[in-house]
């Protein structure tokens, strides 16, 4: 039986993939940064385990209990919209401390268990704003870039020893509440200077407007088929709107 261990698990796409790995017969680590009961059914094919991709040892002290994995799923991961100019460098920091290092960090402590036992899998969770260009993302779009491009290099320096690296690009979904997480529970305004106020009540209606969205369930699909996928695809997008964005491109 394998096992898949996975980041940011206490909602969204996390959670349905946590799920939906379960229900294929998986033993499941669901990682958090505070675990909370209730979040997912009691198993025994499935433990809730404290892990923040930002703090190092609690990496390490993650890895320690969950034992041999077999998959990692970096899925933890922090929205951001915002006017760039109207956005403070500390948020920025923040949000590449965990969409970006968070992933490095994670990944670079499970590889060598991987490498030693000539396979196994790492899927990082990216976003369908890679594929596009979409307003509003400048800080978000280039973590998430950021971290194509790592696991573009990573997946040739691990080929040679059986492991692999792919990347997954939902779409965007309602059900997540990206945009008020996007905003820290705040207001978007307080993040656009005056003189782009016009073109930024438009964008935001284009975007709720539009015709396509991502299903949680999508995503956990998606990456499953990517961790069994012997194709050597390497991007996977996910979602009906990802997939169109993906063949436009």
Known sequence: MKTVLITGT???YGRETALYFHAQGWNV?????TPRAGVLPESDRLRVVELDVTKPGTITAALE????IDVLVNNA?????????????ARVREVFETNTFGVMATTQAVLPQFRER????????TSSVVLGHMPLSAVYKASKMAIEGFTSSLALELEPFGVQAKTVEP??????????RATNGGSLDALVPAPYAPWVKKAMGDFTSQDLFTKESDVAETVWRAVHDTTGQLRFPAGPDAVR????K
């Open 118 to 125: 000539g396979c196994g899998v790492v899927v990082n969770v």
């Open 29 to 33: 680590i669901a990682t958090m940064r």
């Open 245 to 248: 964005l993906a063949q436009a």
């Open 65 to 68: 209990e969950a034992g041999p």
């Open 10 to 12: 206490s909602s969204g």
């Open 171 to 180: 779409g965007a979904c309602l059900a997540t509440n990206f945009a008020d």
């Open 77 to 89: 991961g922090v929205p951001s919209i915002s006017v760039f100019e109207g956005t403070p460098m």
